[in-house]
Protein backbone atom coordinates (compact mmCIF):
# COMPACT_ATOMS: atom_id res chain seq x y z
CA UNK A 1 0.00 0.00 0.00
CA UNK A 2 1.17 3.70 -0.99
CA UNK A 3 2.57 5.57 1.66
CA UNK A 4 0.04 9.14 1.55
CA UNK A 5 1.56 12.31 0.06
CA UNK A 6 -1.09 14.13 1.33
CA UNK A 7 -1.73 15.44 4.27
CA UNK A 8 -5.18 17.03 5.44
CA UNK A 9 -5.65 19.14 8.16
CA UNK A 10 -8.88 20.54 9.88
CA UNK A 11 -8.88 22.61 13.04
CA UNK A 12 -11.24 24.49 15.77
CA UNK A 13 -14.43 22.24 15.79
CA UNK A 14 -15.36 23.44 19.07
CA UNK A 15 -18.03 20.36 18.96
CA UNK A 16 -20.74 21.25 22.03
CA UNK A 17 -21.39 24.73 21.11
CA UNK A 18 -24.34 25.90 19.58
CA UNK A 19 -22.51 27.79 16.61
CA UNK A 20 -19.52 24.41 16.58
CA UNK A 21 -19.66 21.38 14.06
CA UNK A 22 -22.67 19.23 14.86
CA UNK A 23 -24.16 16.60 12.80
CA UNK A 24 -27.33 17.29 11.02
CA UNK A 25 -29.76 15.32 12.36
CA UNK A 26 -28.65 16.48 16.18
CA UNK A 27 -27.69 14.83 19.26
CA UNK A 28 -29.04 12.87 21.94
CA UNK A 29 -29.18 14.51 25.40
CA UNK A 30 -28.92 13.18 28.76
CA UNK A 31 -31.81 12.89 29.90
CA UNK A 32 -33.54 11.74 26.74
CA UNK A 33 -34.42 15.02 25.07
CA UNK A 34 -32.74 16.00 21.73
CA UNK A 35 -30.52 19.34 20.50
CA UNK A 36 -31.72 19.96 16.62
CA UNK A 37 -28.73 21.64 14.97
CA UNK A 38 -29.91 26.01 14.23
CA UNK A 39 -29.48 27.17 10.40
CA UNK A 40 -25.70 27.87 10.89
CA UNK A 41 -24.86 24.64 11.91
CA UNK A 42 -27.00 22.87 9.12
CA UNK A 43 -25.30 25.45 6.94
CA UNK A 44 -21.87 24.28 8.18
CA UNK A 45 -23.01 20.69 7.97
CA UNK A 46 -23.69 21.15 4.75
CA UNK A 47 -19.86 22.75 3.39
CA UNK A 48 -17.94 19.88 6.08
CA UNK A 49 -19.77 17.20 4.12
CA UNK A 50 -18.53 19.19 0.75
CA UNK A 51 -15.05 19.38 1.77
CA UNK A 52 -14.53 15.60 2.95
CA UNK A 53 -17.11 14.33 -0.12
CA UNK A 54 -15.65 16.05 -3.15
CA UNK A 55 -13.15 18.71 -2.08
CA UNK A 56 -10.40 15.93 -0.68
CA UNK A 57 -11.28 13.25 -2.93
CA UNK A 58 -10.47 15.86 -6.03
CA UNK A 59 -7.40 17.61 -4.25
CA UNK A 60 -5.88 14.16 -2.82
CA UNK A 61 -6.73 12.23 -6.66
CA UNK A 62 -8.27 9.73 -4.28
CA UNK A 63 -4.95 8.40 -3.18
CA UNK A 64 -4.84 7.44 0.63
CA UNK A 65 -3.93 10.20 2.88
CA UNK A 66 -3.33 11.09 6.67
CA UNK A 67 -5.25 13.55 8.77
CA UNK A 68 -4.22 16.30 11.32
CA UNK A 69 -7.12 17.23 13.70
CA UNK A 70 -5.46 20.51 14.81
CA UNK A 71 -6.92 21.64 18.51
CA UNK A 72 -9.73 22.67 19.55
CA UNK A 73 -12.13 19.88 18.75
CA UNK A 74 -14.49 20.57 21.69
CA UNK A 75 -16.27 23.54 23.27
CA UNK A 76 -15.76 22.47 26.69
CA UNK A 77 -17.57 24.29 29.80
CA UNK A 78 -15.57 27.72 29.25
CA UNK A 79 -15.32 31.29 30.44
CA UNK A 80 -19.09 30.61 31.38
CA UNK A 81 -20.65 30.15 28.47
CA UNK A 82 -24.16 30.18 27.47
CA UNK A 83 -23.94 28.86 24.49
CA UNK A 84 -23.34 25.29 24.91
CA UNK A 85 -25.51 22.57 23.53
CA UNK A 86 -24.40 20.41 26.81
CA UNK A 87 -22.04 21.30 29.55
CA UNK A 88 -21.81 17.29 29.90
CA UNK A 89 -18.90 16.76 28.42
CA UNK A 90 -19.31 12.94 27.49
CA UNK A 91 -21.76 14.78 25.12
CA UNK A 92 -19.30 16.99 23.52
CA UNK A 93 -17.64 13.86 23.12
CA UNK A 94 -20.59 11.91 21.56
CA UNK A 95 -20.70 15.11 19.11
CA UNK A 96 -16.67 14.98 18.50
CA UNK A 97 -16.93 11.49 17.39
CA UNK A 98 -20.05 11.12 15.53
CA UNK A 99 -18.27 14.33 13.69
CA UNK A 100 -14.99 12.61 12.85
CA UNK A 101 -15.34 8.65 12.55
CA UNK A 102 -16.27 8.20 9.07
CA UNK A 103 -13.58 9.95 7.98
CA UNK A 104 -10.89 8.45 9.87
CA UNK A 105 -12.29 5.47 9.24
CA UNK A 106 -11.86 5.78 5.16
CA UNK A 107 -9.02 7.65 5.58
CA UNK A 108 -7.11 3.97 7.59
CA UNK A 109 -8.85 1.94 5.38
CA UNK A 110 -6.98 3.29 2.77
CA UNK A 111 -3.43 2.83 4.93
CA UNK A 112 -3.71 6.42 6.19
CA UNK A 113 -2.85 7.76 9.62
CA UNK A 114 -5.01 10.23 12.08
CA UNK A 115 -2.83 12.69 14.23
CA UNK A 116 -4.50 14.88 16.80
CA UNK A 117 -2.77 18.10 18.30
CA UNK A 118 -4.12 19.65 21.77
CA UNK A 119 -5.67 22.77 21.75
CA UNK A 120 -6.67 25.75 24.32
CA UNK A 121 -7.07 24.41 27.82
CA UNK A 122 -10.65 25.55 28.07
CA UNK A 123 -11.60 23.48 25.09
CA UNK A 124 -9.34 20.58 24.81
CA UNK A 125 -9.19 20.39 28.57
CA UNK A 126 -5.87 21.09 30.51
CA UNK A 127 -3.40 18.86 29.07
CA UNK A 128 -5.78 17.74 26.83
CA UNK A 129 -7.45 15.09 29.00
CA UNK A 130 -10.87 15.89 27.66
CA UNK A 131 -9.83 14.68 24.08
CA UNK A 132 -7.16 12.17 24.75
CA UNK A 133 -9.91 9.66 25.59
CA UNK A 134 -11.64 10.10 22.00
CA UNK A 135 -8.19 10.21 19.71
CA UNK A 136 -7.26 7.10 21.83
CA UNK A 137 -11.15 5.55 20.52
CA UNK A 138 -10.61 6.99 17.22
CA UNK A 139 -6.90 5.14 16.51
CA UNK A 140 -4.94 8.13 16.62
CA UNK A 141 -1.16 7.72 16.15
CA UNK A 142 0.68 8.08 19.67
CA UNK A 143 3.36 10.25 19.87
CA UNK A 144 6.60 8.90 21.27
CA UNK A 145 5.23 8.74 25.13
CA UNK A 146 2.33 6.78 23.93
CA UNK A 147 -0.03 9.67 24.21
CA UNK A 148 -3.31 9.98 21.39
CA UNK A 149 -3.24 13.29 21.67
CA UNK A 150 0.16 15.80 21.62
CA UNK A 151 1.32 19.59 21.38
CA UNK A 152 2.68 19.30 18.39
CA UNK A 153 3.72 16.93 15.57
CA UNK A 154 6.21 17.12 13.40
CA UNK A 155 5.65 15.06 10.33
CA UNK A 156 7.62 14.60 6.99
CA UNK A 157 5.10 13.68 4.03
CA UNK A 158 6.52 11.35 1.99
CA UNK A 159 7.24 11.95 -2.07
CA UNK A 160 9.58 12.87 -5.13
CA UNK A 161 10.51 16.43 -2.46
CA UNK A 162 12.45 14.56 0.12
CA UNK A 163 12.06 18.25 1.94
CA UNK A 164 8.54 18.18 2.91
CA UNK A 165 8.57 18.55 6.75
CA UNK A 166 5.79 19.56 8.75
CA UNK A 167 5.28 21.61 12.22
CA UNK A 168 2.08 21.71 13.68
CA UNK A 169 0.54 22.63 16.76
CA UNK A 170 -2.49 24.72 17.27
CA UNK A 171 -1.56 28.21 19.04
CA UNK A 172 -0.15 31.59 17.16
CA UNK A 173 -0.81 35.19 18.12
CA UNK A 174 -3.63 37.36 16.89
CA UNK A 175 -4.40 40.55 15.77
CA UNK A 176 -7.21 43.08 16.06
CA UNK A 177 -6.32 44.86 12.74
CA UNK A 178 -6.33 43.19 9.55
CA UNK A 179 -3.34 45.33 8.44
CA UNK A 180 -0.63 42.90 10.83
CA UNK A 181 -3.28 39.77 10.26
CA UNK A 182 -0.29 38.05 8.23
CA UNK A 183 2.57 39.83 11.06
CA UNK A 184 2.66 36.96 13.30
CA UNK A 185 2.68 34.14 10.63
CA UNK A 186 5.34 35.58 9.76
CA UNK A 187 7.23 35.71 12.59
CA UNK A 188 6.19 32.42 13.41
CA UNK A 189 7.58 30.92 9.87
CA UNK A 190 11.34 33.06 10.14
CA UNK A 191 11.88 31.87 13.94
CA UNK A 192 11.10 28.22 12.94
CA UNK A 193 14.19 28.91 10.50
CA UNK A 194 16.11 30.58 12.79
CA UNK A 195 15.56 27.82 15.58
CA UNK A 196 16.40 25.71 13.43
CA UNK A 197 19.88 27.09 12.01
CA UNK A 198 20.56 27.38 15.70
CA UNK A 199 20.18 23.83 16.49
CA UNK A 200 21.45 22.88 13.05
CA UNK A 201 18.10 20.95 12.61
CA UNK A 202 16.07 20.56 9.35
CA UNK A 203 13.87 23.48 9.27
CA UNK A 204 9.78 22.69 8.21
CA UNK A 205 8.54 23.36 4.71
CA UNK A 206 5.21 23.99 5.95
CA UNK A 207 4.14 25.32 9.35
CA UNK A 208 0.72 25.32 10.45
CA UNK A 209 -1.01 26.74 13.03
CA UNK A 210 -4.93 26.96 14.24
CA UNK A 211 -6.80 28.94 16.98
CA UNK A 212 -7.56 32.51 15.38
CA UNK A 213 -10.70 31.01 12.95
CA UNK A 214 -9.35 33.11 10.10
CA UNK A 215 -7.45 31.37 7.45
CA UNK A 216 -3.83 33.02 5.88
CA UNK A 217 -0.95 32.07 4.82
CA UNK A 218 2.81 33.50 4.17
CA UNK A 219 5.36 32.38 2.27
CA UNK A 220 9.16 32.48 2.46
CA UNK A 221 11.48 31.74 -0.37
CA UNK A 222 14.51 29.09 0.62
CA UNK A 223 17.00 26.85 -1.02
CA UNK A 224 14.76 23.70 -1.20
CA UNK A 225 11.43 25.83 -2.74
CA UNK A 226 8.94 28.01 -1.10
CA UNK A 227 7.94 27.09 2.74
CA UNK A 228 4.87 28.51 3.92
CA UNK A 229 3.03 29.34 7.50
CA UNK A 230 -0.42 28.46 7.02
CA UNK A 231 -3.14 29.51 9.54
CA UNK A 232 -6.48 27.30 9.35
CA UNK A 233 -9.84 28.11 8.74
CA UNK A 234 -12.11 27.01 11.39
CA UNK A 235 -15.58 24.79 12.11
CA UNK A 236 -17.32 27.32 14.74
CA UNK A 237 -19.54 30.51 14.03
CA UNK A 238 -19.83 33.69 15.91
CA UNK A 239 -20.11 33.50 19.62
CA UNK A 240 -20.58 36.32 21.40
CA UNK A 241 -16.62 36.27 22.59
CA UNK A 242 -16.00 37.47 18.89
CA UNK A 243 -18.20 40.82 19.40
CA UNK A 244 -15.63 41.77 22.25
CA UNK A 245 -12.58 41.82 19.66
CA UNK A 246 -11.20 44.23 17.15
CA UNK A 247 -11.39 42.79 13.64
CA UNK A 248 -13.39 39.69 14.00
CA UNK A 249 -16.37 41.36 15.40
CA UNK A 250 -16.80 42.94 11.82
CA UNK A 251 -16.06 40.07 10.14
CA UNK A 252 -18.17 36.72 8.93
CA UNK A 253 -16.99 33.62 10.27
CA UNK A 254 -14.79 32.03 7.76
CA UNK A 255 -15.23 27.62 7.60
CA UNK A 256 -12.82 25.12 6.06
CA UNK A 257 -9.58 23.13 5.85
CA UNK A 258 -6.26 22.67 4.18
CA UNK A 259 -4.39 19.85 2.31
CA UNK A 260 -0.57 20.00 2.33
CA UNK A 261 0.68 17.55 -0.93
CA UNK A 262 4.23 16.15 -1.61
CA UNK A 263 3.03 16.28 -5.93
CA UNK A 264 5.26 14.83 -8.50
CA UNK A 265 6.30 18.51 -10.06
CA UNK A 266 6.15 20.39 -6.40
CA UNK A 267 4.83 20.58 -3.03
CA UNK A 268 1.64 22.70 -2.52
CA UNK A 269 -0.78 23.45 -0.52
CA UNK A 270 -4.61 24.04 -1.10
CA UNK A 271 -7.39 25.43 0.75
CA UNK A 272 -11.25 24.98 1.03
CA UNK A 273 -12.78 27.94 2.55
CA UNK A 274 -16.48 28.98 3.19
CA UNK A 275 -17.80 31.98 4.73
CA UNK A 276 -21.39 33.43 6.07
CA UNK A 277 -22.83 36.17 4.16
CA UNK A 278 -23.53 39.19 6.73
CA UNK A 279 -27.12 39.38 8.61
CA UNK A 280 -30.04 40.61 7.00
CA UNK A 281 -30.08 44.16 5.94
CA UNK A 282 -33.32 45.95 8.23
CA UNK A 283 -35.06 48.41 5.83
Known amino acids: MAT??????????????????????????????????????????????????EFVPVTT???????????????????GAKTLISNNIEIQRRIAIRCMERHVEVCQKAGGRFYVTRGTGVHDGESGQDVERIAEELGAVPDATGKFSRWEMWK????PDSHCLVHALHHIGTTGSAHYETSAPNRELVAEYVE?????????????????????????????????????????????????VAGARISQPQFGGIILRNGDEEVYWREFWRCLSRPKIEV
Open 156 to 159: RIEG
Open 61 to 79: RKEPYDILLNGDWLDNEHH
Open 4 to 53: PRTLVVVSDLHCGCQVGLCPADGIGLDEGGHYTPNAVQQATWAWWNEFWG
Open 196 to 244: AAQTAEEPPRFVIRSHRHRHTAVPLATIHGRAWCVVTPSWQGKTGFAYR
